[in-house]
């Protein structure tokens, strides 16, 4: 059963796709060894792309609108993008922290090659995940990380793809109680599977899937925990299934319409900011506090938490839903929108050329190139914000971009892109040297006096 011992395997198209779903069974997903394990998750960037675009089209079809905003769909794909930065520099801590237990604590070895062990490790898996997913909502500098995936008000796909660039350096302790026993091979199937299978779940073009709402979290489900209606907070934690939901309490259907986003709105889609201004909050938060245990409780209480309150906060003080709420919606030309997508598309190049270069590159150039994709993301937000100052840092931004692609540290994995950045080189560089000759020409006037 499973892989022969070697380097990682590239799973089928058709595999792949099942791979979202949960529905590559033990036979199809067993390695010996963690080398074996494929990345389902970069080979599912396609089908992200695809299903995306069903979306898009199911919502057009049966509402006439599209299910999304462009600014909200940009900001959400920069903190994906942001969120997977560190993985080019570092090996993932979950794993890292798993196998060091696993090489220097287990109690005792299960087999990695039978069916039973892969539906233990599923079972484990998403457990772990529910607990570390209800804490990061209840323990307020663990929901500081987890908070970005909330930030939306919009629910569809690209939200998926709008996570933590934190989070991960907080869930792996959860995950520490298997590596006493079950092999890291069988682990990493099963996280990128409780990943990937959350992909779809988050989408209004599904409502109901009939008895799978009793055993599996559902977009239906999903949709309930990323409400900031009263009757949606701290409700559904469940990844893969919602079976831990309805053990312990926090099972809620979906009732009244739901309003989606933070109770309190960070209205801002510049990456950076939604990363850290919850620590910021904090910080002061804790600063203004008096008394010692009351600043503990700052930090590992709830958000809601103040001195005299109850851990998770008083529910009279969840605002209000209304029904009119309107999300965080700046005006922008329609120009600058297409203006963003275009190079948005473009720093999605960068970033896959990245990834699948980054073996080759020196640690200088793959820094050179995280720190643009950075800026880029910073400047695209500013802009979708329509702030005064984004045109100065785009201007900057394109200038260093042409720079540093003609001294070869940018390729394109596409040939027409680089043509278009050796077209838009050759235009900087005449309008650089007219610039240099109007200002010479200027200044020969002056001195003669013209």
Known sequence: MGAEAGGPRDPAPGQQLRALFYALPPAESSFRTLEEVPDYVEKSIPFFITFIGLEFAVSWIRKRKLPGRINDGISSLSLGILSRLPDVLFRSIELISYVYVWNNCRLFELPWDSPWM????????????????????????????????????DYNLFTALRQSVLQKYTSWMFNLPMALFIPPSVFAVHLQFNLLYQFWIHTEVITKLGPLEWILNTPSHHRVHHGRNPYCIDKNYGGTLIIWDRIFGTFEAEDAKVVYGLTHPVNSFDPIMLQLRPLAHIWNTFWATPGFCNKLSVIFKGPGWGPGKP??????????ITGKEVPFNPYVPAYLNC??????????????????????????????RIGFIILSLVSFGLLMENKSKAGILEIIRCLVFIGVYKLGYFRSQFSFLGYAYELAYKEWSDTWKWLKVVVKQDAKRQKSGH
């Open 339 to 368: 203006y963003a997508l275009v190079h948005f598309a473009v720093i999605v190049d960068l970033y896959t050329e990245l990834l699948a270069s980054m073996t080759m590159l020196s640690q200088g150039t793959v820094l050179l």
């Open 311 to 320: 851990r998770l906060g008083l529910p009279e003080e969840i605002p209000v």
């Open 118 to 153: 892969w539906y233990l490790t599923l079972l484990g898996v998403d457990f772990a995940y529910y607990c570390f997913h209800r804490m990061s909502h209840e323990v307020n500098i663990l929901w500081a990380a987890h908070q970005v995936h909330h930030s939306s008000e």
